[in-house]
């Protein structure tokens, strides 16, 4: 503090030469200053100082959210009063009956962008007051205030105040030393017990709407409780099976509270690779919020907020998840791990319910066009046919089986199987296969019985009993192709070869059906079924020869006379019983009756 003379008097020389601070001269209890000039003396006392204690309380002392008691602005709000109080205590027993004027600012929440509570008395968050205190005498001001609808409960409401005196100039003065604002928090209510500590309950529990090999057994292909039984033990272990129109995997999901009120719940959800999550979507017009966010290491994985900041007592939300296959990641199983948690202290004896974990190992049903095309199908051997035209073997035959994948996963353990029959179990060739090709690249095929040496000339043998042929009752050409197609992709098998005619010509048969078959069959540990039960395509050659089906002459001149003599006997047998007689004597009485008629 500076004083300067000439604001105390003209004329002071030497103003502060000398100084003593010892004396209270005029008895307030606080140490008075002299300060010596040339030839004057003055004497300096201090003015009051006082001391402000402030504090805040509330009624009711927390905030209850769970009962609206007011209206404000027609919305349910939770109406709460702060009294702020004021004390002076003046340092001096001097000053014991003086007074102070104060003038102070409340502030609500005033960290936050938009305030959760406002004052009645404006409907904003700051409000202004002045007040005047007695020494030793508290004074209260009620500021009423009601809290709004927020998401965060967590954090309890500010209220905060600054003061000053109004008139720092005169009379008394701060202790420079005393604080001059305060900020007191109000709290939330929990929703607990007495002790305020919450103990929840959470309960989890999902399922997903991927079908198990029995049920696809009986809903997709419609067999009988038998045969759905032995189809599900057919695997060696428990599958769930995705139809070929299937592209997403729902998961229903319910989350329970039976406990008390569970504060900052968390919902982490995480899945395999071969998923990619679509969507979470609360159920049943809940109020309950769950807000999901994906982790930036881990795409795999979701956290979500379930009902922020606390899911309440005995409340429950059922919720889908949905996922979409994955077009980059094919994998035989699907897992969906779901694990709920809060800040709250759960009991450990109730925690094994807090998580669901769904790991299915997954059978995916084949999206397989199978087809097939020749160039052969009928072919009749005449006594004339020449060879020449065909290189002294016989007619050549194109087949192809086409198989596409029209399904949204590469198809792989999947082998093609192809039977065609070459010749007879004496040993007779029937067909020469020349040549076999797929067009598809990276494709391995083995190829069996198409080097066996069989006879050069063609031995007897009579086929009119066994007039179909296939890879049951003849020696065969066997042919095994892996079958690995991308989705969209296709695979033709080409089969080239020739009639063998020498042996077709001696062998004895009217008709002769020679059936090629190609056939899908899964490899063990394949992860992928086929809704045919037999899935199975046949290509047949029809040969017949004219010549042996032909009737001999002597059979159809005899039958011819035979059929002459059977009419003669016939009509004879009518002359006998008098039908042509009777006919006559009937024109015979009806040319008479017509004459009486005339007369």
């Given at each position: ?221 419609r067999r009988s409780p038998s045969d759905c039984s032995a189809f599900s033990l057919s695997f060696d272990t428990s599958v769930f099976v995705i139809e070929s129109s299937r592209r997403r995997v729902a998961v229903e999901a319910t989350l329970e509270n039976r406990g008390e009120n569970a504060y900052s719940t968390v919902l982490n959800i995480s899945f395999s690779r071969n998923l990619q999550f679509a969507s979470l979507i609360a159920k049943d017009d809940t109020d309950i919020n769950i807000d999901c966010m994906t982790e930036d290491k881990n795409p795999n994985k979701k956290v979500c907020n379930v009902s922020y ?291």
């Amino acid at each position: 503090q500076r004083i300067a003379a000439v604001d105390l008097a003209p004329g002071l020389k030497y103003f502060g030469c000398s100084i003593h601070g010892q004396l209270d001269l005029n008895e307030d209890g606080l140490v008075d200053l002299a300060v010596g000039s040339l030839g004057n003396a003055v004497l300096l006392w201090s003015r009051s100082v006082v001391q402000i204690n402030a504090s805040i309380r509330f009624e009711p002392s927390k905030i209850n959210i769970f009962t609206k008691d007011c209206k404000r602005n027609g919305k349910d709000a939770t109406c709460m009063s702060a009294f702020v109080c004021f004390t002076a205590v003046f340092l001096s027993a001097h000053f014991q009956t003086a007074s102070v004027a104060l003038r102070y600012n409340a502030t609500i929440d005033e960290r936050r962008y938009t305030p959760r509570a406002q004052l009645d008395e404006s409907g904003e968050r700051h409000t202004q007051k002045g007040l005047v205190l007695l020494a030793g005498q508290e004074h209260c001001d009620k500021l009423q205030f009601h809290v709004l609808d927020t998401a965060d409960y967590v954090k309890p409401v500010t209220f905060s105040i600054d003061y000053e005196l109004e008139h720092p100039e005169n009379g008394p003065m701060l202790d420079d030393g005393w604080p001059t604002s305060l900020k007191v928090s109000v709290p939330f209510w929990n929703g607990c017990n007495e002790d305020e500590h919450c103990v929840p309950d959470l309960v989890l529990d999902a399922r997903s709407d991927v079908p198990s090999a029995m049920e696809y057994c009986q809903w997709a292909l419609r067999r009988s409780p038998s045969d759905c039984s032995a189809f599900s033990l057919s695997f060696d272990t428990s599958v769930f099976v995705i139809e070929s129109s299937r592209r997403r995997v729902a998961v229903e999901a319910t989350l329970e509270n039976r406990g008390e009120n569970a504060y900052s719940t968390v919902l982490n959800i995480s899945f395999s690779r071969n998923l990619q999550f679509a969507s979470l979507i609360a159920k049943d017009d809940t109020d309950i919020n769950i807000d999901c966010m994906t982790e930036d290491k881990n795409p795999n994985k979701k956290v979500c907020n379930v009902s922020y900041p606390f899911f309440r007592a005995k409340a429950k939300v059922a919720f889908r998840l949905d996922f979409e296959f994955s077009k980059w990641v094919f994998l035989q199983s699907m897992e969906i791990y779901l694990i709920t948690s809060s800040d709250s202290e759960e009991k450990e004896s109730t925690k094994e319910d807090n998580f669901a974990h769904l790991n299915y190992h997954l059978k995916y049903e084949a999206d397989l066009l199978f087809t097939r095309t020749s160039s052969l199908d009928y072919y009749e051997i005449r006594s004339n046919s020449s060879l020449g035209r065909y290189d002294s073997i016989g007619p050549p035959f194109h087949c192809t089986f086409k198989l596409q994948n029209l399904g949204f996963f590469p198809v792989e353990g999947v082998t093609i199987k192809l039977t065609m029959p070459v010749a007879t179990r004496a040993g007779n060739r029937l067909l020469l296969l020349t040549e076999f090709m797929v067009d598809q690249e990276n494709t391995t095929c083995n190829i069996w019985g198409n080097t066996t040496d069989y006879r050069r000339t063609p031995a007897e043998e009579d086929l009119s009993r066994t007039p179909h042929l296939n890879h049951s009752n003849s020696d065969v050409v066997s042919i095994d192709c892996n079958v690995k197609l991308a989705p969209n992709e296709e695979m033709n098998l080409h089969l080239r070869g020739n009639l063998w005619m020498k042996s077709l010509k001696a062998l004895k048969f009217k008709s002769l059906k020679l059936t090629t078959n190609a056939a899908l069959q899964r490899r063990f540990g394949s992860p992928f079924i086929f809704r045919e039960e037999d899935p199975s395509r046949q290509i047949t050659f029809e040969i017949s020869k004219p010549e042996e089906s032909q009737i001999p002459i002597w059979i159809i001149l005899g039958s011819t006379l035979g059929g002459l003599l059977l009419l003669a006997l016939l009509v004879l047998a009518l002359w006998k019983l008098g039908f042509f007689k009777s006919g006559s004597r009937r024109r015979a009485e009806e040319r008479e009756q017509n004459g009486q008629g005339l007369e």
